[in-house]
């Protein structure tokens, strides 16, 4: 799957927009995947939040152990979708992390229970 690496206001966790990597997300320490989101992150300062789901999960793990702790020190969150072969534990530092398994609908359905889990938080007064 495609990774998406956002850029976010500091003080929000809403990215005011979305860079789509459209390459294969086959997930190994150097995959054209991780070598493109590292490349994309390092060029623009305004990137400090990063998604990955299924492989571009995998591959955000290759991406956080390539940065340097200044890099590192830049992100504000870390989303990661059905990619349960990592724990969500590799993928902890000082920003937020979510985390999720495969829900009941399916791998495929990953992103969509994501986002109705957080409307309904939305929802509640």
């Known amino acids: 799957m495609p990774a998406r690496i956002g850029r976010a206001v500091p003080?929000?966790?809403s990215p005011?927009?979305?860079t789509l990597l459209d390459i294969s997300g086959e997930a190994y320490k150097g995959s054209p995947q991780a070598k493109l989101a590292l490349a994309e992150y390092r060029g623009d300062m305004t990137i400090t939040a990063l998604y990955g789901f299924s492989g571009g999960g995998y591959n955000l793990y290759h991406?956080?152990?390539?940065m340097?702790?200044?890099?590192r020190d830049r992100l504000h969150l870390v989303v990661v979708l059905g990619a349960p072969?990592?724990?969500?534990?590799?993928?902890q530092g000082s920003w937020e992390v979510v985390y999720r398994i495969d829900?009941?609908?399916?791998h495929m359905d990953g992103p969509r229970a994501l986002l109705a889990e957080w409307d309904a938080a939305?929802?509640?007064?």
């Open 122 to 125: 939305k929802a509640k007064p």
């Open 16 to 18: 005011r927009s979305i």
């Open 85 to 91: 072969k990592t724990k969500a534990s590799a993928y």
């Open 11 to 13: 003080s929000s966790n």
């Open 68 to 71: 340097t702790k200044d890099e």
């Open 63 to 66: 991406v956080i152990q390539g």
């Open 103 to 106: 829900p009941p609908g399916g």
